[in-house]
């Protein structure tokens, strides 16, 4: 598993001239680092007497981002696991013409799989963001930083796995499929967008704010 | 060495209830997979007949990524040093006069310190964002979403590497070292932008012009 490797072995294996890890597991690991860091914004707000007000709402909030790290951190082994299925698909006798259809309709199958994993992280993104940007509100300011780290790392994860939606939606036949997932994943980064810039817009007023 | 850790046990850390590692660490791991996938979509290039006319050129840009690669990866684990010395120097004794002379003076040099480790993320994305234009443009065009990816989390870098500098700058006394930096991380931020953007038209041309 990917996720059981060291972070210096991940990079290697990232950097390596085989395509999978690639930018889909990184989108993945992008949201979990997003949800780390919300999470741990939440975890440096209860207990401390100054946030009391709001410690039941973290404690809350915690359990939610802790699932969905969680989520996020299954997914960046199943976006390899789905494009490796991809690549066996296309490694599919073709010989007869049977064995052409086989192919044909296994290559559609997992290349549709392929698809739903990385728009399962967009959604799940919109969720976090929703999260993050409590924890940037009312949460410990000395950490609204890394509330802004928090939800710039989900953008780059939704941003990131739309891009693998759209490459995969070439691959696909399907039209129906194709018409419907390229609405929503352009719903999907409007919706991202707009959480984003509304947390980022609280975090630069803690923390730029002192400079003038 | 938080490197060193597998990726489940760097977001169970990120996650607690310390505050290192934190958002300083995040934007240069951020930065880290983005010079690692450049590397990667370089890697999918070379060796390839239809890329034969710029694998000299591939050649050559693999190791700088992969410099900025190792880079960006010794500052995850420096970024949480730096953010532990402003910690210890704030833990200095303050009973004397002297004492609390000597504890000012080493929370502004540590303070100081924990600037500069993520204003050089910042001008080390920008070089690598110059790299992860060139595979965009001219590498492996299956590849092109990794390209992608690899900007928004450079990008996602040095904007989450902005917003620890400005957090810094905050604690710092130096007039004329806030003044000279603030400008600095602003023009940085303004140039790994239009960058990113660049890059991006790039990718996105590739990737969904198929829809149509």
């Known amino acids: 598993m ?21 930018g889909g597991s990184v989108a993945a690991l992008a949201s979990a680092l997003g949800a780390a860091l919300t999470s741990m914004v939440a ?26 790290r969680k989520a996020f951190t299954v997914t960046i082994d199943q976006d390899t696991e789905a494009f490796n ?3 066996e698909a296309f490694g599919l006798p073709k010989e007869t013409d049977d064995q052409k259809a086989l192919r044909s309709a296994a290559i559609q199958e997992a ?23 409590v924890v ?14 928090a939800a ?3 953008h780059a994860g ?13 691959g696909i036949n399907d039209q129906e499929f194709v018409g419907w997932h390229t609405d929503e994943v352009a719903t999907l980064q409007r919706t991202c967008k ?16 002192k400079q003038s």
Do not use: H
């Open 2 to 22: 990917l996720t059981e490797k060291t972070v210096v072995k991940f990079l290697d294996e990232l950097a390596s001239n085989s395509p999978a890890p690639g």
């Open 43 to 68: 975890n440096l707000t209860i207990g401390k007497k100054k946030y009391l007000a709001v410690e039941a709402e973290m404690i809350s909030l915690r359990s939610k981002t802790e699932e969905l």
């Open 85 to 87: 299925k991809v690549m």
């Open 111 to 133: 290349t549709k799989e392929a698809t739903l994993v990385p728009l399962r992280v967009m959604k799940l993104v919109v969720d976090a963001l929703a999260l993050t940007k």
């Open 136 to 149: 940037a509100d009312k949460g410990n300011t000395n950490s609204a930083s890394d509330a802004g780290v």
């Open 152 to 154: 710039l790392m989900l």
């Open 158 to 170: 939704a941003e990131g796995a739309a891009l693998n939606v759209y490459i995969n939606l070439n």
């Open 194 to 209: 707009m959480k984003t810039d509304e947390i980022l817009a609280i975090v630069n007023e803690k923390v730029i704010k």
